[in-house]
């Protein structure tokens, strides 16, 4: 089991804002990155160190903090937007890579 | 740009070795301070930290992988490599190589497309 964990799926209808979570006694101490990847291809960073957004990522994704908790938030869903999400951080160590297992993403 | 792509045969014997190397263009592996990673997918799973190594040449590894596998760079290709001893069918999987750089934690900016392996006989 990852030492980061996420919803394993989550809905939001056209248009709507929808927030997907990371939880894990780790994000308290470190940041995190979230991932977009879609079918057959690699994953994409869409937010990095909490709430920085990688040039070319659309403005609607924004990320942010709190506690043991991030999220990562797509304001205004659009059809392209459906995938999966996966965060990373460091785990409790603080020496190694961890993954959350990742959130399938359904835009309605 | 930066660019990865990696390389190696799709199909590995058990208890084989598993070979893959990672060819990165437009940026040295040797410059920076960046961490050229290796991360893997079983189909339909999620994402894996298989390792990495830093610029400087040292290296992290998974620990639940850490006594099946090397990482190594051959700065002269700008190349990197992972090789895991001892395959089982759980081995199976889509191998990326990404970079990674460090806000607090490491985050991947670049990833090559990724290759399937099969592990079976």
């Known amino acids: 089991s990852s030492e980061l964990t996420q919803d394993p799926s989550v809905s939001v209808a056209l248009g709507q804002t929808v927030r997907i979570t990371c939880q894990g006694d780790?994000?308290?101490?470190?940041?995190a990155n979230w991932y977009q990847q879609k079918p057959g291809q690699a994953p994409v960073v869409v937010i990095y160190?909490?709430?920085n957004r990688p040039s070319g990522i659309p403005d609607r994704f924004s990320g942010s903090s709190s506690g043991n908790t991030v999220s990562l938030t797509i304001t205004g869903a659009q059809a392209e937007d459906e995938g999966d999400y996966y965060c990373?951080?460091?785990?409790?160590?603080?020496?190694?890579?961890?993954f959350g297992g990742g959130t399938k993403l359904t835009v309605l | 740009q930066v660019q990865l792509q990696e390389s190696g045969p799709g199909l590995v014997k058990p208890s084989q070795t598993l070979s893959l190397t990672c060819t990165v263009s437009?940026?040295?592996?040797?410059?920076?301070?960046?961490?050229w990673s290796w991360i893997r997918q079983p189909a339909g799973k999620g994402l894996e930290w298989i390792g990495h190594?830093?610029?400087?040449?040292?290296?992290n590894y998974n620990p639940s992988l850490k006594s099946r596998i090397t990482i190594s760079a051959d700065t002269s290709k700008n190349q990197f490599s992972l090789r895991l001893n001892s395959v089982t069918a759980a081995d199976t999987a889509a191998y990326y190589c990404?970079?990674?750089?460090?806000?607090?934690?490491?985050?991947?900016?670049?990833w090559g497309l990724g290759t399937l392996v099969t592990v079976s006989s």
């Open positions: 990404a970079r990674g750089g460090l806000v607090g934690a490491i985050y991947f900016d670049y």
């Open positions: 160190g909490n709430n």
């Open positions: 990373n951080s460091r785990d409790s160590s603080g020496n190694l890579v961890v």
């Open positions: 190594i830093y610029t400087s040449g040292s290296t």
């Open positions: 437009g940026g040295s592996i040797s410059s920076g301070s960046y961490y």
């Open positions: 780790s994000l308290r101490r470190y940041y």
